[in-house]
């Protein structure tokens, strides 16, 4: 089968791979119908984050189960399913706690001698801790599988910041990057019912898609300017909760001066950097909470799939280009120059 490897910076290939077989009675094979390229694999694209020539990459999915192991009874073959973006057993502490991103069995799409999601075809470990079925008349409808593709990753990590940050009716909610997650997060806020959102980012074409999930202001300035105007539309105080959502210094400190007294921050995106921008004499002195991390996106499925199932919530337009598998490296590319916000994989076949 085909799927998309990383051999060094910047040089990504997509080519012919063993075909994923059942190698414990708990796997599933999954034929990929949709994946995508997120934003946080741009760092081993860039070279900043290291893997190993040929190694496989891409941990959002979806698709068709076409094989299970003799212990796998929560899904069969034709099931239409969706995968979180780590595997996960199910029944550990963790799992059991609602924390399948800590599981004492789980792992990493693309880890070194695992498939990634960005190809034909996946094995899934422990097949019925990880995946979620899907109706099966979704299959055809290729605007509804994109919105549930999100479930996989940035809806979920979106939840869990706009979670973490305290998100809530009458609450004013500030999010700090325009990304993919970013925008899910604007998106989460709302559902959790939110009054005022303020979405920071300069970027037109995604700043309007903000607006579109719900988002009452758009801050373009940065830095301290970025702090200043948000402090002008709330009154001097700054927002209930803050969402940070893109993992550098800068943008940790931009969340923490916009957050209000007594105030919590929900931090999602993935750190890098030389620091943190987190001053904890700051925060102990104005009461300011910070949660987050790796969000555990497989209990929030759940939660989530009947909204988009409905159409409560709509994601789908995160997706701004669409590739087919052979296409991976120019999505890569297009991401890594910000001309596509998340770019969609389809199936080849």
Same mark, same amino acid.
Request: proline fraction near 4%.
């Given at each position: 089968?085909?799927a998309?490897? #990383? ?5 990504m *290939? ?9 190698q414990?009675?708990t796997?599933?094979?999954v ?5 995508? #390229?997120c ?5 081993a694209y /860039?070279?900043e ?6 190694q496989? %990459?891409?941990?959002?999915f979806?698709?068709?189960? +076409?094989e ?11 099931d239409?399913v ?6 996960s057993? !199910?029944?550990?502490d963790?799992? /059991?706690?609602?924390?399948?991103t ?12 695992y498939d ?7 094995r ?11 109706p099966?008349?979704?299959a ?6 994109s919105?549930?593709l999100?479930l ?5 990590t ?11 009716p !009458? ?10 997650v ?12 939110? +009054?005022?959102? %303020?979405?920071?980012?300069?970027? +037109? ?6 607006? *579109?999930? &719900?988002?009452?202001?758009v @801050?373009?300035?940065?830095? +301290? ?5 948000? /402090?002008?539309?709330t009154h001097g105080?700054g ?13 940790m400190r931009?969340?923490?001066? %916009?957050?209000?007294?007594?105030g919590? #921050? &929900? $931090?999602?995106?993935?750190?890098h950097g ?9 925060m102990?002195?104005?009461? %300011?909470?910070l /949660?987050?991390?790796v969000?555990? @996106?497989r209990?929030?499925i759940p939660?989530l799939?009947p909204?988009v199932?409905d159409?409560t #919530?709509?994601?789908?337009?995160? $997706?701004?280009m669409t590739?087919?598998?052979?296409g991976?490296p120019?999505?890569?590319?297009a991401?890594?120059e910000?001309t596509a916000?998340?770019v ?6």
């Open positions: 089968m085909r998309t490897t #990383i051999h060094a910076p910047y040089d *290939r997509v080519e012919d791979v063993p075909d994923p077989v059942v414990l009675p796997d599933a094979v034929r990929v119908l949709r994946s995508c #390229i934003g946080s694999d741009l760092w /860039r070279g984050a290291a893997r190993q020539p040929g496989r %990459i891409g941990h959002e979806l698709g068709v189960v +076409e299970t192991g003799s212990e796998v009874a929560g899904v069969r073959r034709g239409l969706v995968a979180p973006f780590m595997w057993d !199910g029944v550990c963790y799992c /059991r706690e609602g924390l399948t800590s599981c004492e069995h789980g792992g990493f799409w693309g880890a070194v001698g990634g999601g960005q190809g034909e075809a996946v899934v470990p422990f097949a019925d801790g990880t995946l979620v079925g899907l099966k008349e979704a055809s409808d290729d605007h509804l599988l919105a549930l999100t996989s990753d940035v809806l979920g979106g939840h869990h910041a706009a979670l973490g940050a305290g998100a809530r !009458g609450a004013t909610v500030a999010v700090v990057g325009d990304g993919a970013g925008l899910c997060a604007v998106l989460a806020a709302k559902r959790l019912g939110a +009054e005022r959102i %303020i979405a920071l980012g300069r970027h +037109e074409v995604r700043t309007d898609i903000a607006r *579109r999930f &719900g988002a009452t202001d @801050v373009a300035e940065r830095g +301290e300017a970025a702090v200043e105007a948000v /402090r002008e539309l105080q927002a209930h909760a803050v969402v940070e959502a893109v993992g550098t210094e800068q943008s931009t969340a923490v001066n %916009i957050t209000r007294d007594g919590a #921050i &929900g $931090f999602v995106g993935v750190p030389s620091g943190t921008g987190l001053d904890l004499g700051v102990f002195d104005r009461n %300011i909470a /949660r987050g991390g969000a555990p @996106v209990a929030y939660q799939l909204d199932l159409g #919530i709509d994601p789908s337009p995160v $997706f701004d590739v087919g598998v052979e991976v120019d999505g890569y590319k991401m890594d910000r916000l998340k969609l994989v389809t199936d080849a076949r």
